[in-house]
C-alpha cells in the first residue's frame, strides 16, 4: 500500500495543472525570443546646451492637445521664460523679478479654468531677497502676480541653500489651492522651513521656525472617510548637524513630522534618528486606517539600520520594525498609492512593498545600478511608471507598473544631473518622453512592442501541443483525486463514528459495572481476567481508531474477545460458537467492524429482548467466488427488536457507508444479506447474516 500511494502521489503532483503550468512557463522562457519583450524604450536624439542651468519642459500651455516647449534661463538682468512650437516656432515671452536659484524651479496649474496655464516659481534677486511669482501663460503679459517670501542667511557671504517647488495644494482650507515649496539650508542654518503662498490673501505662510532641514514633500489630500478631510503634508527630513546652539527640534535629529492646514505640525515632531540619519514620512494604510509611516535610515552605517514605524494622528507608536538589513542607499516612495523602497549597488537594484503589517517582499529585481527619477503616467493606462537612470549615467530604463515591463536604452554619453522629466507628446502607441539635464537634453521614445501579440500566438500554441499530452491525463488525475479527497473525508468522519460505535456507553459501563459486582462477591480473579480483557479491547479499539481498514485475523481476534465480555456480562445467558476454514487468508484486509457490527447487533438487538438468553453461531469458510462469512442469532429477530426499540441503531449506515469506500479502493469487495428468520414461519426466531467477500 505504501509504494502504491506514494506513486500515486507522486504522479498526481505531475499531472497537477500548477505543475503543468511550470513545465510550460519554464519552457517558454527558454524558447521565446527576446523582441517578444512588451515594451521598447529608444533614444531619438540628444543635444548638448551651452547654458548648464538653462532648463525646458513641455507643458499645453493653451489647452488645444499640443504640448509647448517652455524653456526657462537667465539673462544678464532677470529670469526669463520662453514658449517655443513643438518645431521651435515663437509663442510668447514672460520675465521674472530677479533670476533663477541655481535652476528654475516651477509647477503648472490652470486655477482660473479659463484653459491658459499658469505657472508658479521661485526666483531671487542678487542679493538675498526670495520671490514667489504666477504667470498666466498667454500674450497677456500684464497678468502676473509676485509675492516676497523672506532672505536668505549666508555663510562666508554665500548662499548654500535648497529652494524646491512642491506643488500646489489647498493648504489654507479656503478651497483654493496654494502654492507649496521649501527651502533648506546647509551651515548658513536660516531659512529652513515648508511656504506656502496663499494666493487668495496674498500672502506667505511657514511652518513653525525650528532648526528642522526638510529635504523634499509628499502631499495628499486625505481619504473621503476620515474624520478631518484635510490635506496633510508628509516631509522628508534629513539630520545635518550642523546646529552648534540650542534650538526647537535641532538638525542633529531626524524626525517624522506632518504638516496640517496653515502647515502646522500634526503632532509634535517624533524624534526617529540621530545625526547623519534621515527620516521619510508617508501616508500608510495599517489595520484599516489612514496612518503615518516612518521610515528611517542611518546613514553612519552601510547596512542594518533601517527602521521602519507606524505613527497614528496623535504622534503614537503604533507598531515598528528596527535594523533591517537593507543597504543605505534605500529610498522610500509611493507608487500608485502604496508605500515601496528601493535600493541598489553597483551591480543590481531592488523595489520592495511595505504590506500593511510592514513586512517588507521583493518585488523586482534587475541588473544595473537604477534609481529613479521621475513617477509618471508615461502611457496614459492610468497607472504611473518609474523612470530610472543608471548609476553609471549612460542608460535610461522605465519600470512598468505591473513589474512585468523593464525596458532600457544606452546613451551615447555620459548624463549629468536630470532638471526635468516631461512628456513632449503622446499617441496611441508612441510616448515621447523629454528629459532635461544640467547641459543635454534627451528625447525618449516609449511604446509598446508591436512583435508582443504575436507573443500570446506563440505561448497558445506551445499550451495546445501540452494539452494534447497532459489535458487527457490532467482530467483523469484530477477527478482521481477529488473523489480520493472525498473519500478520505467521509473516512475520517466514518472513524471517528466507528470509534464511538464500538465503544458503546452502554456496553462499556455494563461491563465495568459487571466486573464490579463480581469484586463484591468476592471474585476478584475472575474479575481481574475480565478487566484486562476489556481493557486491552479498550486499548485496540482506540489504537486502530484512525484506521478505516484492518485484517480479518485482527477482526476475528476483536469479535472473540467481544464476546468473551459480553457472555461475562450475561452472566451465563448467552453462548458462541466459532468455527473457521483453516485454510481462510486471514491476512485478507477487511473493513473495520465487518463481523463485529452484526454480532453486536445480534446482542443487543437480537439476544437481550430474550428473558432465556440466546446463542451465536459464526463461521467463516471458503466459496467459489471467495469467502462466506455467516452471523447466525437465535434472538427475538429484526422485527420484533424494532417493535420494542421504535429505532434502528447507526452501526449499519457506517459500515454501508465503509463498503462503498473500500469497494472502490480494492480489488476485491464485500457485500452482506441480511435475513430475519422470523418472516419464515417456521417457529424459528433470529437473525440470520450472510457476508460475502468476493475476490
Excluded at 524604450?41 to 551651452?50: F, G, K, N, T, V
Excluded at 533663477?100 to 479654468?113: G, N, Q, R, S, V
Aim: charge should be negative; hydrophobic fraction near 40%.
Amino acid at each position: 500500500m505504501t509504494k502504491r500511494f506514494t506513486s500515486t502521489g507522486v504522479f498526481m503532483f505531475i499531472s497537477h495543472p500548477l505543475a503543468l503550468s511550470l513545465f510550460a512557463l519554464l519552457l517558454t522562457v527558454f524558447i521565446v525570443p527576446k523582441k517578444f519583450s512588451k515594451h521598447h524604450l529608444d533614444l531619438i536624439r540628444s543635444d548638448y546646451e551651452a547654458d548648464i542651468y538653462r532648463n525646458s519642459f513641455y507643458c499645453d500651455i493653451d489647452g488645444d492637445g499640443i504640448n509647448e516647449r517652455i524653456l526657462m534661463r537667465n539673462l544678464n538682468t532677470n529670469a526669463n521664460i520662453v514658449a517655443l512650437t513643438q518645431n521651435g516656432s515663437y509663442v510668447a515671452t514672460w520675465n521674472l523679478p530677479g533670476f533663477w536659484y541655481t535652476e528654475p524651479d516651477y509647477c503648472f496649474a490652470d486655477l482660473d479654468k479659463d484653459g491658459i496655464e499658469e505657472i508658479f516659481c521661485i526666483s531671487h534677486n542678487p542679493g538675498d531677497s526670495v520671490y514667489v511669482t504666477q504667470i498666466e501663460l498667454s500674450d497677456e503679459a500684464d497678468y502676473k502676480k509676485s509675492r516676497y517670501v523672506c532672505r536668505l542667511t549666508k555663510i562666508n557671504n554665500a548662499l548654500d541653500h535648497i529652494i524646491k517647488a512642491d506643488g500646489l495644494v489647498d493648504v489654507t482650507g479656503d478651497s483654493v489651492p496654494d502654492f507649496l515649496f521649501h527651502i533648506s539650508a546647509g551651515y548658513s542654518l536660516q531659512p529652513r522651513a515648508c511656504y506656502a503662498w496663499d494666493l487668495e490673501n496674498d500672502t506667505v505662510i511657514s511652518n513653525p521656525f525650528a532648526g528642522i532641514n526638510i529635504q523634499g514633500i509628499h502631499m495628499e489630500n486625505s481619504k473621503e472617510n476620515s474624520m478631518d478631510h484635510s490635506i496633510r503634508i508628509f516631509p522628508h527630513v534629513t539630520a545635518t548637524d550642523n546646529y552648534s546652539f540650542p534650538i526647537n527640534y535641532s538638525d542633529t535629529a531626524s524626525y517624522a513630522l506632518v504638516f496640517t492646514q496653515n502647515l502646522q505640525y500634526l503632532f509634535e515632531p517624533l524624534y526617529t534618528g540621530g545625526a547623519q540619519s534621515n527620516t521619510v514620512t508617508l501616508p500608510y494604510q495599517y489595520e484599516g486606517e489612514d496612518h503615518i509611516l516612518a521610515v528611517t535610515n542611518d546613514k553612519r552605517k552601510s547596512k542594518g539600520k533601517i527602521s521602519l514605524r507606524v505613527i497614528d494622528q496623535m504622534g503614537n507608536i503604533l507598531a515598528s520594525k528596527n535594523s533591517i538589513d537593507l543597504l543605505k542607499t534605500l529610498v522610500p516612495f509611493i507608487w500608485n498609492g502604496e508605500v515601496y523602497l528601493q535600493q541598489r549597488n553597483d551591480l543590481e537594484f531592488s523595489i520592495f512593498k511595505v504590506g500593511p503589517g510592514l513586512q517588507i517582499d521583493k518585488i523586482f529585481s534587475g541588473e544595473g545600478s537604477f534609481f529613479i527619477r521621475k513617477i509618471l503616467d508615461f502611457d496614459a493606462d492610468g497607472e504611473d511608471e518609474l523612470l530610472m537612470t543608471d548609476g553609471s549615467g549612460q542608460a535610461f530604463a522605465i519600470l512598468k507598473d505591473d513589474l512585468e515591463s523593464f525596458t532600457r536604452v544606452d546613451l551615447p554619453e555620459k548624463i549629468s544631473q536630470v532638471s526635468s522629466v516631461s512628456i513632449k507628446s503622446m499617441d496611441q502607441n508612441h510616448t515621447e518622453i523629454f528629459v532635461q539635464t544640467q547641459g543635454n537634453y534627451y528625447l525618449l521614445d516609449f511604446y509598446a512592442n508591436s512583435f508582443y501579440p504575436f507573443r500570446w500566438t506563440y505561448y497558445i500554441l506551445l499550451y495546445l501541443m501540452y494539452a494534447l499530452v497532459f489535458v487527457g491525463l490532467q482530467k483523469l488525475f484530477v477527478l482521481k483525486g477529488k473523489k480520493k479527497k472525498e473519500i478520505e473525508d467521509k473516512i475520517v468522519n466514518l472513524q471517528l463514528q466507528s470509534v464511538m460505535n464500538q465503544l458503546n456507553p452502554h456496553f462499556t459501563f455494563n461491563a465495568i459495572n459487571s466486573i464490579g459486582l463480581a469484586m463484591m462477591e468476592g471474585k476478584s480473579m475472575e474479575a481481574y481476567e475480565y478487566f484486562v480483557s476489556l481493557s486491552d479491547l479498550i486499548r485496540k479499539t482506540m489504537k486502530n481508531a484512525f484506521e478505516p481498514y484492518k485484517i480479518l485475523a485482527e477482526e476475528i481476534e476483536f469479535v472473540k474477545q467481544y464476546l468473551h465480555i459480553e457472555s461475562y456480562r450475561f452472566n451465563g445467558k448467552l453462548s458462541w460458537n466459532f468455527q473457521q476454514d483453516p485454510t481462510v487468508n486471514v491476512e485478507l484486509i477487511v473493513p473495520k467492524m465487518l463481523i463485529h457490527i452484526f454480532v453486536e447487533n445480534a446482542i443487543k438487538h437480537g439476544i437481550f429482548h430474550n428473558p432465556e438468553g440466546g446463542k451465536i453461531d459464526i463461521s467463516i469458510n471458503k466459496s467459489s467466488i471467495g469467502l462466506l462469512i455467516m452471523v447466525t442469532d437465535d434472538g427475538v429477530g429484526m422485527s420484533k427488536a424494532f417493535e420494542i426499540e421504535k429505532h434502528r441503531g447507526d452501526g449499519l449506515r457506517i459500515l454501508d457507508n465503509y463498503l462503498v469506500l473500500f469497494n472502490r479502493q480494492h480489488k476485491h469487495s464485500v457485500s452482506y444479506n441480511i435475513i430475519d428468520c422470523t418472516n419464515l414461519k417456521t417457529g424459528q426466531t433470529g437473525t440470520h447474516v450472510l457476508i460475502t467477500i468476493k475476490i
